[in-house]
C-alpha cells in the first residue's frame, strides 16, 4: 500500500480521524516514520498480538474500541479434512475481496479470522466452502481473543552452523542451504519487515524473520554452542 502522507496530514488538521485498512508490519513502520509528530496514531489487530492491525490517525486522542473489525471462527468437519492459511486466505481472495480487508488468520486447535465490518456480512454469505469442505463462520467477541492467547509461536530448537540468515531459514523450513538462499535471492525472506538478499547476513537476537508462504521466526537466545562449535538456537515460529 502506498501512502499519501501530505493527503492523511491535511485531513487530520482539518479535523478528520482517519481510519486506514489493515497495514502488514512494514507499512505500519513506514506509516509511523513518516507521519509528522503532530498526529496521534493508534494501531489495532483485532488482539494483541496481531500482525496485520488497523491505523486510527488523529489530532487528538480520541477512543475507538474496535476500529470497525469483527471476528469470526471458522468451523468446519476436523475429522475429514485439514485447512491451513493458504486455504483460507486464497477462498476469501477468489471471492474478489480485497487483501487490505483481511486482517489475520490464526491457525490453531480452532481458527479464527479478523476483518474489516464492510466485508462482514459478504463472507457470511459467500464464504461456505474452502477447500472443498463446508464451513460456516460463527461471529466472536474480540475480547475472547486476548483470553485465548493467540498467535503465540511455537517455541524449538535448531541446530546452526552459524547465525547468517540462509543456515537459519534452512533449518527452520528444514529444506536445504541451497535451497534456502534461492527464497532470500527470489526477495522471499524479510528481517524485522524489510526484505533481506544477502545470504549471507548474520541474524542477531530478537530479531523476526519472514519466510513467505511459510510463516514467521524469532530469534529467543543462543542456549549453547556444542563441541563442534555449532550453535543450539531457541527459536519461536509462527506457521
Same mark, same amino acid.
Given at each position: 500500500?502506498?501512502?499519501?502522507?501530505?493527503d492523511i496530514?491535511?485531513?487530520?488538521?482539518? #479535523?478528520?480521524?482517519?481510519?486506514?485498512?489493515?497495514?502488514?508490519?512494514?507499512?505500519?513502520?513506514?506509516?509511523?516514520?513518516?507521519?509528522?509528530? %503532530?498526529?496521534?496514531?493508534? /494501531?489495532?489487530?483485532?488482539?494483541?498480538?496481531?500482525?496485520?492491525?488497523?491505523?486510527?490517525?488523529?489530532?487528538?486522542?480520541?477512543?475507538?474500541?474496535?476500529?470497525?473489525?469483527?471476528?469470526?471462527?471458522?468451523?468446519?468437519?476436523?475429522?475429514?479434512?485439514?485447512?491451513?492459511?493458504?486455504?483460507?486466505?486464497?477462498?476469501?481472495?477468489?471471492? #474478489?475481496?480485497?487483501?487490505?480487508?483481511?486482517?489475520?488468520?490464526?491457525? #490453531?486447535?480452532?481458527?479464527?479470522?479478523?476483518?474489516?465490518?464492510?466485508?462482514?456480512?459478504? /463472507?457470511?454469505?459467500?464464504?461456505t466452502?474452502?477447500?472443498?469442505?463446508?464451513?460456516?463462520?460463527?461471529?466472536?467477541?474480540?475480547?475472547?481473543?486476548?483470553?485465548?492467547?493467540?498467535?503465540e509461536?511455537?517455541?524449538?530448537?535448531?541446530?546452526?552452523?552459524?547465525?547468517?540468515?540462509?543456515?537459519?531459514?534452512?533449518?527452520?523450513?528444514?529444506?536445504?542451504?541451497?535451497?534456502?538462499?534461492?527464497?532470500?535471492?527470489? %526477495?522471499?525472506? %524479510?528481517?524485522?519487515?524489510?526484505?533481506?538478499?544477502?545470504?549471507?547476513?548474520?541474524?542477531?537476537?530478537?530479531?523476526?524473520?519472514?519466510?513467505?508462504?511459510? #510463516?514467521r521466526?524469532?530469534?529467543?537466545?543462543?542456549?549453547?554452542?556444542?563441541?563442534?562449535?555449532?550453535?543450539?538456537?531457541?527459536?519461536?515460529?509462527?506457521?
Open positions: 500500500m502506498e501512502f499519501n502522507f501530505d496530514l491535511s485531513q487530520v488538521e482539518r #479535523g478528520k480521524v482517519v481510519l486506514t485498512k489493515f497495514l502488514d508490519e512494514s507499512e505500519q513502520a513506514e506509516l509511523e516514520s513518516n507521519l509528522s509528530d %503532530k498526529v496521534k496514531v493508534q /494501531l489495532f489487530g483485532g488482539y494483541q498480538n496481531a500482525e496485520r492491525k488497523r491505523a486510527l490517525i488523529t489530532e487528538v486522542d480520541y477512543d475507538f474500541d474496535d476500529f470497525n473489525l469483527v471476528a469470526y471462527r471458522i468451523d468446519f468437519p476436523r475429522k475429514f479434512t485439514q485447512i491451513n492459511h493458504r486455504h483460507v486466505l486464497g477462498t476469501i481472495m477468489s471471492l #474478489g475481496v480485497n487483501r487490505n480487508t483481511i486482517g489475520d488468520i490464526i491457525i #490453531g486447535e480452532d481458527i479464527y479470522l479478523i476483518v474489516t465490518k464492510e466485508i462482514a456480512k459478504y /463472507l457470511i454469505d459467500n464464504l466452502e474452502i477447500n472443498r469442505t463446508r464451513v460456516t463462520l460463527t461471529n466472536v467477541d474480540l475480547d475472547l481473543l486476548d483470553e485465548l492467547n493467540l498467535n509461536p511455537i517455541k524449538e530448537e535448531i541446530i546452526v552452523s552459524s547465525l547468517r540468515l540462509d543456515a537459519i531459514v534452512a533449518q527452520a523450513m528444514n529444506v536445504s542451504r541451497n535451497d534456502a538462499s534461492k527464497h532470500i535471492m527470489m %526477495k522471499n525472506v %524479510k528481517i524485522n519487515h524489510k526484505i533481506c538478499e544477502k545470504t549471507s547476513q548474520i541474524c542477531k537476537i530478537n530479531d523476526i524473520i519472514s519466510i513467505r508462504k511459510y #510463516g521466526v524469532v530469534l529467543l537466545d543462543i542456549k549453547r554452542v556444542t563441541r563442534k562449535e555449532r550453535i543450539v538456537l531457541s527459536i519461536g515460529i509462527w506457521r
